[in-house]
């Protein structure tokens, strides 16, 4: 029954724009880490439910959720927040993908809570939740190179010399995940989060 908070479920988000003309940009990383996982659990994102693709399964006798919301980057809440009421999910329940322009591509950031950080997607989730103790992975898509407006650079796709450093990094970031739901976010941040800096779980300014 769907009225009882499932305490083994967690919820992985990853955030994007849904249409064709955005797939493969960096803003979309979130989406791509998202059907990484998909692949490996065997499980079809193709149900239209929560403003969003979903679909669930299993894994490492927990069941999980996957997520990608359809109502574009900066009202990405509205799909979390409804799926959150549906499983009656808690916050600790729920992991955010997304893309952060601080990072280099390659680079994760794990963790458990903080603020939006500045990005749109992950802010109104945050804001729709009404707590900033959402766990949250941060994958990284490079700074912009100067001249280049960061709104146009993460709508823009890879450039082909970061190709094989972006499937590196989307499997290492469906690896972090696994290791998250399997071991606990510790184990994950310890692994994963590259700088003494990354392992810090306070929140952001």
């Known amino acids: ?5 499932p305490d083994n479920m967690t919820l992985i988000v990853g955030l994007g724009n849904p249409g064709p003309e955005y797939a493969g940009t960096r803003h979309n990383f979130g989406f791509m880490v998202v059907n ?3 692949r490996r659990w065997a499980i079809a994102t193709d149900t239209s439910k929560f403003h969003g693709r979903f679909g669930s399964g299993a894994f490492a ?3 999980v959720a996957l997520l990608k919301p359809a109502t574009f980057m900066n009202r990405s809440g509205q ?10 999910l808690e916050p600790g329940q729920i992991l955010v993908v997304l893309d952060d322009l601080d990072l ?8 458990v809570r903080g603020s939006g950080g500045g990005h749109k997607g992950l802010t109104d989730v945050l804001s729709r939740l009404g707590t900033d103790q959402v766990p949250r992975l941060r994958c990284g898509i490079g700074s912009p190179p100067p001249m280049i407006d960061p709104a146009e650079y993460v709508l823009a796709k890879f450039f082909a010399e970061e190709r094989d450093l972006v499937e590196k990094a989307i499997r290492d970031a469906a690896d972090a995940i ?18 003494e800096e990354d392992t810090e779980t306070k929140p952001t300014s």
């Open 178 to 195: 696994e290791v998250a739901i399997r071991d606990g976010f510790p184990r994950a941040m310890d692994r994963f989060n590259r700088t």
């Open 61 to 63: 006798g927990r069941k």
């Open 104 to 111: 280099p591509v390659g680079r994760l950031r794990l963790r």
């Open 36 to 38: 990484e996982l998909a």
């Open 79 to 88: 799909a979390v927040i409804d799926a959150v009421n549906f499983y009656k």
């Open 1 to 5: 029954m769907h009225d009882a908070n």
